[in-house]
């Protein structure tokens, strides 16, 4: 989720895995080495509730192609993310912290067809990860906001869902330069480490940009399956544990509607994952605050995703995970925790782990749909305690 110009329609994540049984990875040495993973089911339910570290590695501009080195941490108006903020964040009983982060602006240099990410951006990510997992946490890290229309693409680094022959080349090479220098960074870490190779790729700047039927998104799919294979191949190409790294795949916007001509890539390990957001129903969750009320119509919504989820996904095989997920604070706390109770119990008994959306915007400040806030990372407490207590069950 962005701040307010990438305001979402209700999205949801899905995860396709297959295999629960032992592979070879390649070590550090190149030798094969015996690498054995948790099941699906149990790795899963490893995940339990989760945690965004919201506007934070995913701040970013999209003025020009400088490095604006590690600054952008806070530009969003977040503080300094610190041990102690993640350590809070596992107290509170959260397994699984998803960290978005926005890479493109932090190239160094750009020849020929790679793209040199900063040391030092790279650095500050990992110091987080690993204050993540010596916390106890699963760790989620991605190519967050780096999705540009066509006009950015000529003053901004990034990648662009385009039909245009010379744009699918120009994000293809950036896909494949960040992925590649960020799977070999964190080559050595465990099954804890996942990789969400996109956020929610769509058709930026168009008409269609969230939302459409028929053909453009049908070709967008096409253009967003070439993506994530590059992504994937990057990933797997770049040694050690990546070889069977749980790898998120989104479809377009990562809305599980909007699948027609998409598909997962091939991948030997089998372990890839669908990521979605599921802000629902959209009109209490991120609307104006009119509709302030979690009414039996929006639970009957909430009911639906579900439904929905297990037609599509689960009843196939496939394992759900919700990466993003949160009620817009207008104001009513207690039908927010009516909504949280509703969507939580649903969630668990489809097994399906969600992941809370927090930018620490609260009433009255901010836009009216984008009031995601629930821990004062600068007091190490929750705003709201009444919300975040599912994460202790």
């Given at each position: 989720m962005k701040k307010a110009m990438f305001r979402n329609f209700f999205l949801v994540l899905s995860f396709s895995l297959l295999f629960a049984c032992s592979e070879a990875a390649m070590g550090?040495?190149?030798?094969a080495e015996s690498v054995?993973?948790?099941?699906?089911?149990?790795?899963i339910s490893s995940l339990g509730s989760g945690w965004n570290l919201g506007n934070t590695f995913d701040a970013c501009s999209y003025s020009d192609r400088e490095n604006k080195g590690n600054s952008t941490e806070t530009s969003w108006g977040m503080p300094v993310t610190?041990?102690?903020m993640i350590q809070a964040v596992r107290a509170q009983?959260?397994?699984?912290?998803r960290i978005p982060v926005s890479w493109h602006n932090h190239i160094k240099s750009q020849k020929n067809k790679v793209y040199t990410v900063d040391s030092s951006w790279i650095k500050r990510v990992k110091t987080v990860v690993d204050w993540s997992l010596e916390a106890g946490l699963r760790v989620i890290i991605n190519i967050h906001h780096d999705n540009l229309s066509e006009a950015q693409m000529n003053t901004c680094y990034g990648?662009?869902?385009?039909?245009n022959p010379n744009t699918k080349i120009l994000s293809k090479n950036y896909l494949n330069s960040v992925w590649s220098q960020v799977a070999k960074e964190f080559k050595n870490y465990d099954e804890r480490l996942i990789f969400e190779v996109l956020n929610e790729p769509r058709c930026v700047g168009t008409g269609y940009e969230w939302y459409g039927q028929g053909k453009n998104i049908s070709d967008a799919n096409k253009t967003i399956c070439e993506y994530e294979k590059v992504c994937l191949q990057a990933i797997r190409a770049a040694g050690g544990k990546n070889a069977s790294r749980y790898v998120m795949i989104p479809t377009y916007a990562a809305n599980p509607d909007l699948t027609d001509n998409w598909s997962l890539p091939d991948d030997?390990?089998?372990r890839l994952i669908v990521s979605v957001h599921a802000y629902t129903p959209y009109e209490f969750c991120m609307s104006e605050d009119s509709e302030k009320t979690f009414t039996k119509n929006y639970e009957g919504a909430v009911s639906w995703l579900f439904d929905s989820l297990w037609n599509k996904f689960t009843s196939k095989g496939m394992v759900v995970v919700i990466g993003e997920m949160s009620a817009s604070d207008k104001g009513n706390l207690d039908e927010r925790v009516k909504w949280t109770n509703s969507y939580v119990s649903k969630a668990r008994s489809a097994k399906i782990p969600v992941i809370l959306w927090d930018n620490m915007v609260t009433y009255p400040s901010g836009e009216k749909?984008?009031?995601?806030?629930?821990?004062n990372r600068r007091d190490l407490t929750w705003f709201y305690p009444e919300l975040v207590e599912f994460a202790k069950e």
């Open positions: 550090e040495s190149g030798e054995i993973l948790p099941s699906t089911a149990e790795f610190t041990k102690e009983g959260f397994k699984t912290i990648f662009c869902v385009s039909q030997s390990a089998g749909g984008e009031r995601h806030g629930y821990f």
